[in-house]
């Protein structure tokens, strides 16, 4: 059976210390894309994220363009693993959006460092602006989970799979939401360790600074497709690009949209590049029957090339970088 494969790129909070470094030491070209990142930025990004310490990495503007640049890196280790690796889609989680728009050739490697760095900068400016909090929760029904965030003033950011919602808004708000969410009859409901309250109107100022940022970047159409979170479908014109990717800063990441449309156009194979198996875990609660790998170190790209070695036969996956 041929599969038909889409890569995954991981999102801000998946990010360890040390993330990275044994696919550095392994292959050159990783080695290389880590200093050419230093090299753009300016500074050494890659001694934070290879040594922190952590409440370095964990800055928005360190974090953002550290996870982009680990997941190119992870990709290049596939691809050098598997010379001939093409895929069909491209999706990512937040700013992994970036990072699958990067792989489909819609911008370069360049080009998508310096936007998540300024992305990162933007977004911590708006959460000193107004305190803001987010908040996962597990195990509600849909309709219950809207009158609920309603009812406390706060802001669906995530439509993560058909357990997982995750809310945003006012840190005062997320609170009374905690307890409102609980009471609802919520299996699960977490407090998310993050520094603000991203995908939500709170991040309006953020979204307008990247409008102007956005403005002298070079987008191209991409190679194949790559996934919008903020529409659930496939990217269209450069132009639209531009906008969806400042829309998607205060939207809702419509994670299980994405990978059904993936699905519907015969996706049923996923190699999760980045630090982390979180996405890989999303898939497998959305759509049950897909092969799923992952890239983040030196075993687990070795199991993703068995996994990618099985596919024979069938109609030829279409995106080649």
Not at 12 to 36: D, I
Not at 78 to 105: P, V
Not at 135 to 157: C, M, N, R
Not at 176 to 195: I, P, S
Request: hydrophobic share 40%; net charge neutral.
């Amino acid at each position: 059976m041929k599969y038909q494969l889409a890569i995954l790129c991981a999102g801000q909070g998946a990010q360890t210390v040390g993330m990275g470094r044994e696919l550095a030491a392994s292959f050159p070209g990783c080695r290389a894309l880590f200093a050419k990142a230093d090299e753009i930025l300016g500074y050494e990004l890659q001694k934070i994220i290879f040594e922190g310490p952590e409440n370095e990495l964990v800055k928005s503007n360190h974090c953002q363009p550290a996870i982009f640049t680990v997941t190119i890196a992870c990709f290049q280790a596939l691809q050098f693993e598997i010379s001939n690796l093409s895929f069909q889609a491209a999706a990512g989680l937040s700013l992994g959006e970036w990072s699958a728009l990067c792989l489909a050739g819609a911008i370069s490697f360049e080009d998508g460092l310096r936007a998540l760095e300024a992305r990162g900068r933007y977004m911590q400016e708006a959460c000193e602006e107004q305190e803001g909090a987010m908040l996962s929760v597990i195990g509600l029904k849909h309709e219950t989970l809207l009158k609920a965030a309603a009812d406390s003033g706060v802001e669906i950011a995530n439509y993560n799979s058909s357990e997982q919602t995750v809310l945003s808004g006012r840190r005062p708000n997320i609170a009374e939401a905690e307890k409102m969410m609980g009471a609802a009859g919520a299996r699960r409901v977490m407090l998310l360790n993050v520094a603000g309250a991203y995908h939500s109107s709170l991040m309006k100022s953020a979204a307008e600074k990247m409008r102007v940022f956005l403005e002298k970047v070079r987008i191209n159409p991409p190679k194949c497709t790559v996934m919008s979170n903020v529409s659930g479908r496939a990217h269209g014109s450069p132009e639209e690009i531009k906008r969806a990717m400042v829309a998607q800063i205060i939207s809702p990441v419509k994670w299980i949209d994405c990978i059904r449309e993936m699905e519907k156009a015969g996706v049923n194979c996923y190699v999760e590049c980045g630090p982390g198996r979180v996405l890989s875990g999303l898939v497998k609660r959305i759509q049950p029957p897909a092969r799923l790998g992952n890239v983040q170190d030196n075993r687990s790209l070795q199991a993703a090339r068995e996994l990618l070695g099985s596919n024979s036969g069938g109609d030829e996956i279409s995106c080649k970088t």
